[in-house]
């Protein structure tokens, strides 16, 4: 299975559902990938995005920690060349066949044989939960679909209708506390906040460059008063990552998940100080 683009043609791999399980004609779901920033794959309802992997960070989708527990059955091919971007996967020798199926559902599925049972068993799908549904709490909102209230707004923001959030509305999303104190490009009276564990954010209009550090990258956010949080692009070195996205705009589609990677959010200096002080004993988030 391929799923990606020939940059220089145009011409895309990708999945289409059937329309049902008795017809084979093609439905309103597509699952695609988007190179529009750092590459991850999105599935497509018409003109509506419903599910996004996250980006590709050496290993695995931001989004699917749970790959780095398929060595042994999957390896895992991803291409990002001036030619093509494209990911793939072969099975491993003496692993059951597989297949991925896009269900008419919207869900894609990778399916195992199981030759036991005679039949195929779903070994993962996508979106799995509340959390992974494209949005679902707005912009500078953070899904955790372990809390009783699933969406909560990224520290230093406010939701933008605490009407809508109280009706368990959060697609409206939040706004800053406080503007960024961002002068002249320098950034001195800003700081970030580290979101610990979670599906980095949509990369659309995003920048990346693979060959700067994650402190070159921290040091380029502040130079730039559009800059609203930074990441690694690739963690296949261990460590906090190498690499380096940059986001300029709002962060949309984050959620915590085990296994997930660190975001530094933008803040201004004394909210930076004031969450390095509440969030010491926590475990899942922390300061840079």
Not at 223 to 248: E, H, K, P, Q, V
Request: neutral net charge.
């Amino acid at each position: 299975m391929r799923i990606g683009k020939d940059v220089g043609t145009g011409a895309e791999w990708s999945l289409s559902s059937w329309r049902h399980a008795y017809d084979p004609s093609a439905s309103d779901f597509r699952y695609v990938m988007d190179t529009r920033g750092s590459p991850e794959l999105h599935i497509w309802r018409k003109g509506r995005k419903t599910y996004r992997t996250g980006p590709w960070n050496g290993l695995r989708f931001s989004g699917i920690p749970e790959m780095a527990t398929y060595k042994g059955m999957f390896e895992f091919q991803f291409t990002d060349t001036a030619d093509e971007v494209s990911y793939m996967y072969h099975a491993c020798d003496g692993s059951p066949p597989s297949r991925v199926v896009l269900h008419e559902s919207g869900v894609i599925k990778r399916m195992v044989w199981d030759s036991a049972a005679l039949r195929w068993r779903s070994f993962w799908s996508g979106p799995r939960d509340e959390c992974d549904r494209y949005g679902v709490c707005g912009a500078f909102g953070v899904c955790n679909e372990v809390d009783a209230v699933v969406c909560s707004c990224v520290w230093g923001f406010l939701p933008r209708s605490p009407v809508e959030w109280g009706m368990r509305n959060a697609s409206g999303g939040c706004a800053r506390s406080t503007p960024l104190q961002c002068g002249g490009g320098a950034g001195d009276e800003d700081g970030f906040h580290a979101l610990r564990g979670v599906k980095l954010p949509e990369t659309h209009g995003s920048s990346v460059d693979a060959g700067a550090s994650l402190e070159e990258c921290g040091r380029r956010c502040l130079a730039n008063c559009s800059c609203t949080a930074y990441a690694a692009s690739d963690i296949r070195g261990g460590g906090g990552g190498s690499g380096c996205i940059l986001w300029f705009g709002e962060l949309v589609d984050t959620r915590f998940i085990d296994g997930g990677q660190d975001l530094f959010v933008r803040l201004t200096l004394r909210l930076h100080l004031q969450s390095q002080s509440r969030l010491r004993s926590l475990s899942q988030s922390s300061l840079y």
